[in-house]
């Protein structure tokens, strides 16, 4: 049923992102740092350096966007795949390929109406932290030279100052700026994914009736989830 569906989705949805967050996080702040002002010279340095001047909850910032958006998200994503899934199969007779794809597609596309903002909010929320770190060097480096360095106050951003922002300037759209860069992520992503995980979860049932292990069922799905993320970390 679509409530049960909704319910797993966002159960699921939950669990991944306390899992994987200090990850993403770490993620981010590679991605934004300029060549000229590198903080971070690798992935567990990030988190490392995160810890130290953040605390082990700064690798958590901006997590909140995330576990109150991630829900619908998820939600919206797996039951429109199975909806498409649905619509797409003649008489319940097993799906080619191609429209496995079609349907990871469908998901994608119906899934940035959540993404896309939620992604804006959680990305500057993540980055704040390493502007912060980039003040209080500069600022320790401008007065170096006379010895009386000043406190640098970090005023803490949250989510609902950043919405409050966008919305004033440049209303609903400020939400979805980056649409474009999402759909050409997220789409991609359910296409490769979702089919992938299917026929690799396919191989671990020994009876069409009866659902794979749980173990098939994991590892299918990490290994899906890993080859759909390299092919969209470009457009990501």
Do not use: W
Request: contains cysteine; glycine residues 8%; positive net charge.
């Amino acid at each position: 049923s679509l409530p049960a569906k909704l319910i797993n989705g966002g159960i699921a949805g939950l669990i991944g992102v306390t899992c994987v967050f200090p990850i993403d996080l770490a993620k981010t702040r590679l991605q934004n740092q300029q060549n000229g002002q590198r903080m971070y010279s690798s992935m567990s340095d990030c988190l490392i350096k995160t810890i130290r001047s953040e605390g082990y909850f700064g690798m958590y910032r901006g997590a909140a966007v995330n576990l109150t958006l991630v829900t619908p998200e998820k939600a919206i994503k797996l039951a429109a795949n199975d909806f498409f899934r649905h619509h797409l199969s003649k008489d319940g007779k097993k799906l080619t390929l191609l429209r496995e794809m079609l349907a990871g597609c469908g998901a994608g596309t119906c899934q940035v109406i959540v993404t896309t903002p939620m992604e804006m909010l959680k990305i500057q929320l993540q980055d704040a932290g390493r502007i912060a770190a980039q003040k209080k060097l500069m600022a320790a480096q401008l007065s170096a030279p006379t010895g009386a360095a000043e406190p640098v106050v970090e005023a803490r951003t949250t989510a609902t100052q950043i919405t409050r922002e966008l919305l004033r300037s440049k209303g609903v759209a400020g939400l979805y700026k980056g649409l474009g860069a999402t759909l050409l992520r997220d789409v991609p992503f359910s296409i490769v994914y979702f089919p992938l995980f299917a026929n690799l979860n396919k191989l671990g049932q020994k009876d069409p009736d009866v659902k794979a292990p749980f173990y098939v069922s994991f590892l299918s799905g990490c290994v899906a989830g890993s080859t759909a993320a390299v092919a969209v970390n470009p457009c990501d």
